[in-house]
């Protein structure tokens, strides 16, 4: 086990001559809950995108679980689970049937795990119906169902909570919970602050491509709340 699951050293992408990540180090400690916060825009997907690969970077360099990206990004990615977008699925098939279907292209042993995740997510009931008639909710349990067929250690998912009602982001914040109770990690991006501080034990605080803060929740707020923490980081937003 490596100490840290993702590692970035002066992390740099441009679209033209936007620059969407600014030299960007990142450090996320393994066995914990991290979150990526910033306000829409300020580059978190893109963030996301590079680590696994479907962005490629300007410049800098970056770790998966210890392995250079991209050079060793398949052997990485093989341990690595990620939703970057609304998970997609054949809405004429049900959900365990879609996770069977998915389990082909997974590693050895994914075959087996499908009744198992499905259990972990709480869709064993409705695991037989067509995942057309499920809720924004449940596809999203069921992406994050597929992502724990090949086992990870590390899963990433970007603004999971987004679009979900009360039950459904409770459900995805004790999903994400349990995860990080087994030893993995989890890394999660999200604009609201109140998801990052209840979900999470650590977080990077990212303003127009750059990392402003980041550490573990009770040293970004050293006594006040991470609100007053991220204002006081984004300052420039609120006063444009
Ligand atoms: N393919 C692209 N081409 C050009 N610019 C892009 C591209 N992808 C992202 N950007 C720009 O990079 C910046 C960061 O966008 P990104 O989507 O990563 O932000 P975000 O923090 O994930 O925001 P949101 O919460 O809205 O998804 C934005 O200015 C965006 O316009």
Redo the contacts with the bound molecule.
């Keep these: 086990m490596t100490e840290h699951v993702i590692r970035t050293s002066g992390l740099t ?1 441009r ?2 001559n ?1 620059t ?2 600014d030299q960007v180090d990142l450090d996320v400690p393994a066995g914990c809950a991290f979150g ?1 916060l ?12 590079m680590l696994l690969g479907l ?1 490629p970077a300007s410049s800098g360099r970056m770790w998966l679980l210890g392995l250079p990206v991209p050079a060793q990004r398949t052997r990485a990615l093989r341990r690595v689970g990620a939703i970057v977008e609304e998970p997609r699925f054949h809405p004429h098939l049900s959900g365990r049937d879609n996770l069977r279907a998915a389990a082909a292209f997974r590693g050895p042993g994914a075959a087996g795990r499908v009744d198992a995740v499905l259990d972990r997510v709480g869709l064993s009931d409705r695991a037989g119906e067509r995942v057309g008639g499920y809720s924004l909710g449940m596809r999203q349990r069921l992406g994050i169902a597929r992502c724990l067929l090949s086992d990870p250690q590390l899963l990433i998912l ?2 999971p909570t987004n679009g979900l009602d009360p039950a459904g982001i409770h459900e995805t914040r004790a999903l994400m919970r349990s995860f990080v109770a087994e030893g993995r990690t989890v890394v999660v ?3 609201l602050l109140v998801e990052v501080e209840k979900t999470c034990d650590a977080a990077a605080i ?1 303003d ?2 750059r990392i402003v803060a980041q550490g573990r929740i009770r040293e970004l707020t050293s006594g006040g709340s991470l609100e007053e923490r991220f204002l006081e980081l984004t300052a420039h937003l609120h006063h444009a």
């Design positions: 992408k679209f033209g936007r969407a990540i990526l910033g306000v829409n825009g300020a580059g978190k997907t893109t963030l996301i995108r962005t970007d603004e991006s999200s604009h990212i127009r491509g």
